[in-house]
T-cell receptor
Framework: GQQLNQSPQSMFIQEGEDVSMNCTSSSIFNTWLWYKQDPGEGPVLLIALYKAGELTSNGRLTAQFGITRKDSFLNISASIPSDVGIYFCAGRAGAGSYQLTFGKGTKLSVIP | KAGVTQTPRYLIKTRGQQVTLSCSPISGHRSVSWYQQTPGQGLQFLFEYFSETQRNKGNFPGRFSGRQFSNSRSEMNVSTLELGDSALYLC???????????FGSGTRLTVV
């Protein structure tokens, strides 16, 4: 089945630093999504990407849909303590597929 | 606009019992999908419904089933519970199943 490789698994950074995480796949996805999950809650959608090469920002977050359609990255600039959480990438394969395949997550810790 | 509502939030069941979880999607959304989240396996797709029809099904045993009602509300059922079914069960709604998946807070199921 399809799998997403998300890295890094965890990160410890200083407040104010920039963060980068990425996801790669052996198969093509037509949609890439980035979610953040806080303990005990469901994932919250941060950015959605629907076109290869697309670069989209949401405040301090920027994500890109890879040209090959097999990868995506998420950048967080000038991290703050509330950025702490687990970030997931998710992909949707395409026509006829209505399921999301998730990466294993990147656990972000921000040191004030 | 109300979000995705899942009930109950927490549930404790005994091995061999069955359980029914409920999901009310965002008003106007006709696609509802279900995911199981565990520390070991991460987020895994269970099934997706659109207008009362199951369109996609994940690789879970037949003990896991679901349905969707005419008002788009969905339920999932797990029969003959096993210890390994302990997980956070998440429901996501989307207008068509292609864009903008919004997750609920989940139902934490513990099987003892």
């Amino acid at each position: 089945g399809q799998q997403l490789n998300q890295s890094p698994q965890s990160m410890f950074i200083q407040e104010g630093e920039d963060v980068s995480m990425n996801c790669t796949s052996s198969s093509i996805f037509n949609t890439w999504l980035w979610y953040k999950q806080d303990p005990g809650e469901g994932p919250v959608l941060l950015i959605a990407l629907y076109k290869a090469g697309e670069l989209t920002s949401n405040g301090r977050l920027t994500a890109q849909f890879g040209i090959t359609r097999k990868d995506s990255f998420l950048n967080i600039s000038a991290s703050i303590p509330s950025d702490v959480g687990i970030y997931f990438c998710a992909g949707r394969a395409g026509a006829g597929s209505y399921q999301l395949t998730f990466g294993k997550g990147t656990k972000l810790s921000v040191i004030p | 606009k109300a979000g995705v509502t899942q009930t109950p939030r927490y549930l404790i069941k005994t091995r061999g019992q069955q359980v029914t979880l409920s999901c009310s999607p965002i008003s106007g959304h006709r696609s509802v999908s279900w995911y199981q989240q565990t520390p070991g396996q991460g987020l895994q797709f269970l099934f997706e419904y659109f207008s009362e029809t199951q369109r996609n099904k994940g690789n879970f045993p037949g003990r896991f089933s679901g349905r969707q009602f005419s008002n788009s509300r969905s339920e999932m059922n797990v029969s003959t519970l096993e210890l390994g079914d302990s997980a956070l069960y998440l429901c996501a709604s989307s207008s068509t199943g292609v864009y903008g998946y919004t997750f609920g807070s989940g139902t934490r199921l513990t099987v003892v």
